[in-house]
């Protein structure tokens, strides 16, 4: 009972993270972003949407922790905050499969 309570209570905080990138153009966001940095307009330009919907979906991943927002005077680019990566990997860290994908 209490291992599979922990389970859930695991489950239910990587789930609130994980809805956050449970869309096409976020999944593509978090892609873009794995290369390198990038500015609004290259997103943009990348994914072939316009810029209010861009700015929507970065919201998103930005209150759930899976992308920062840097402001250099007129610039803003974004990055992967390695914050939810790390709670991903932590996620499975004790499972077989992972140990063994990570020898």
Known sequence: ????KRLIEKATLLSKKTAAVSHRYRLAI???LAHDPKETR????AL?????????HLQI???????VRVRTG??????????C???????????????????
């Open 1 to 4: 009972m209490i291992i599979r």
């Open 30 to 32: 978090l892609y873009l």
């Open 42 to 45: 290259e997103l943009s330009y």
């Open 48 to 56: 072939d949407i316009k810029e209010p919907l861009l700015a929507h």
């Open 61 to 67: 991943m930005i209150r759930a922790g899976w992308v």
């Open 74 to 83: 007129r610039h803003v680019t974004y990055t992967l905050d390695a914050g």
């Open 85 to 103: 990566m790390t709670a991903l990997q932590k996620f499975f860290a004790d499972t077989p499969y992972f140990r063994n994908v990570n020898r």
